[in-house]
């Protein structure tokens, strides 16, 4: 697992607006998967751990951390995703999502809030970041921390986190590349002048023109990771969260390109 601090986190963590479950003093029970399942909020997830063949796994001994995303979570994501994943045929690629939500080793809320990044258990980087004293992985808000398991810890997330094999199955195209520059050369100075609904707005106005590309411009993961976002600024009265929300898209897009 690859851990580095991150500057003013110490500061931040009385301000952190988590709602903490679990008793750090009580030995848990139940592991992580029989916690899930008992939990009634992680249906989806607990059927894609069936579907990827990973329950016997995050049964094992660990220590795991799972970020684990509630149905609401998987409904965010553009119709029919998730039956298309759950299909026989799509079992690698919903494994690589899967994994992505896991780190091998025990980390609890007071440590997350110290990092920048974090290495899942698929190999990936996934990033940590606080914003206005919530803690957001990628773009996928924590809204629940430390419920301890038998066998590792489990922080609930407001959405899933996609992996970049996901996010961008192939090249981007130079039309796409262009728009994506053009908004981030605009929004971003925007931005840095403290005008977040500017900003906001330029790279919203980018993203639903990427979605009327005509086809093949922009991949199917990239389709999916662009609407998921959409989604959660249409969501979010923030617009600084919705800035981020999506540059943190484009920048996926094009690192990936």
């Not at 607006?17 to 909020?41: F, N, P």
């Not at 977040?196 to 993203?207: D, G, I, N, Q, T």
Request: hydrophobic letters at 45%; a negative charge; glycine letters at 6%.
């Amino acid at each position: 697992m690859k851990l580095k601090p991150v500057l003013l986190a110490g500061a931040m963590l009385a301000s952190l607006s988590l709602a903490v479950a679990g008793h750090h003093g009580a030995k848990a029970k139940k592991d992580i998967v029989d916690t899930a399942v008992a939990a009634g909020q992680f249906q989806t997830l607990a059927a894609a751990l069936g579907a990827a063949d990973l329950v016997g796994a995050l049964k094992g001994d660990g220590p795991f951390t799972v970020f684990a995303p509630t149905d609401e979570a998987f409904a965010k994501l553009p119709a029919g995703t998730v039956e298309s994943l759950l299909k026989p045929e799509n079992r690698d690629q919903l494994v690589d999502i899967l994994t992505y939500h896991v780190v091998a080793a025990e980390v609890p809320a007071e440590t997350a809030v110290t990092l920048d990044e974090a290495e899942a258990l698929n190999g990936k980087t996934i990033d940590l970041n606080l914003r206005g004293g919530d803690l957001f992985l990628n773009d996928s808000k924590v809204i629940k921390t430390d419920i301890k398991t038998s066998n590792g810890i489990i922080h609930v997330i407001d959405a899933v986190l996609l992996p970049p094999s996901v996010t961008a199955s192939h090249s981007l195209s130079k039309e796409a590349s262009t728009l994506l520059s053009m908004a981030i050369d605009k929004g971003a100075p925007l931005y840095n002048h403290g005008n977040h609904a500017a900003c906001a707005a330029v790279y919203e106005l980018a993203a639903e023109a990427l979605l009327l590309m005509p086809e093949g411009t922009v991949s199917e993961g990239q389709v999916r990771m662009l609407k998921t976002a959409l989604n959660d600024v249409r969501h979010s009265s923030s617009s600084t969260d919705n800035a981020w929300t999506l540059r943190r898209a484009f920048d996926s897009m094009m690192e990936n390109s």
